[in-house]
């Protein structure tokens, strides 16, 4: 059973970088599937932020895309996201998930806990 | 973007009763690519439905998806105590969106 479990600071000073790590077990990322990355604001909905294939093709939200950056590391069976400049906005829950390869398996149905990120001084 | 909206924002039912959530994209999507997530405070969402209309594994028959184009519906048939979430949908076809929600509260 594949288990997704996010790992990084919970505080992060305005203008920094927030950087989150996603450690899979039970499944080997370099096999397949598509991982990626939804955070929740306090109180709030989710938003889906990007996603990266096994081959390490990205995809991003248009609204953030010029502050993130997801990579993969199959050696450590992870995946990490990078967001830049934060502000207190970016204050969030995030969760890395899996999708499928096919634009028709493009849902997620396998989700880490979540793990909050708050932006402050 | 697709912007998903969701109505109504709160649906105050008692157990037992029908769910009946809505899911309006602001431009077609195709039924394939549209899903439905519950999620329970202090939880990950799960998911419930894809492809509009099928069930994920797990999830009870009294879960229900249907709809095409714009508009989209889940139908809870008969509310369980452990059904009080909220849920969202998704689409999937061009990029990712989410709606905002749609709380269900026991009455």
């Known amino acids: 059973q594949v288990q997704l479990q996010e790992s990084g600071p919970g505080l992060v000073k305005p203008s920094e970088t927030l950087s989150l790590t996603c450690t899979v077990s039970?499944?080997?990322?370099?096999?397949?599937?598509?991982w990626g990355w939804i955070r929740q604001p306090p109180g709030k909905g989710l938003e889906w932020i990007g996603t990266?294939?096994?081959?390490?093709?990205?995809y991003y939200n248009p609204s953030l895309k010029s502050r993130v950056t997801i990579s993969v590391d199959t050696s450590k069976n992870q995946f990490s996201l990078n967001l830049s400049s934060v502000s207190a906005a970016d204050t969030a829950v995030y969760y890395c998930?899996?999708?499928?390869?096919?634009?028709?398996?493009?849902?997620?149905?396998?989700w880490g806990q979540g793990t909050l990120v708050t932006v402050s001084s | 973007e697709i912007v998903l909206t969701q109505s109504p924002g709160t649906l105050s039912l008692s157990p037992g009763e029908r769910a009946t959530l809505s899911c309006r994209a602001s431009q077609s999507v195709s039924s394939i690519y549209l899903a439905w997530y519950q999620q329970k405070p202090g939880q990950a969402p799960r998911l419930l439905i894809y492809?509009?209309?099928s069930r994920a594994t797990g999830i009870p028959d009294r879960f229900s998806g249907s709809g095409s184009g714009t508009d989209f519906t889940l139908t809870i048939s008969r509310l369980e105590p452990e059904d009080f979430a909220v849920y969202y949908c998704q689409q999937y076809g061009i990029s990712r969106t989410f709606g905002q929600g749609t709380k269900v509260e026991i009455k």
């Open positions: 039970g499944y080997s990322i370099s096999n397949g599937y598509v």
């Open positions: 990266i294939h096994h081959s390490g093709s990205t």
């Open positions: 998930a899996r999708s499928g390869v096919l634009v028709a398996e493009k849902y997620f149905h396998h």
């Open positions: 492809g509009a209309s």
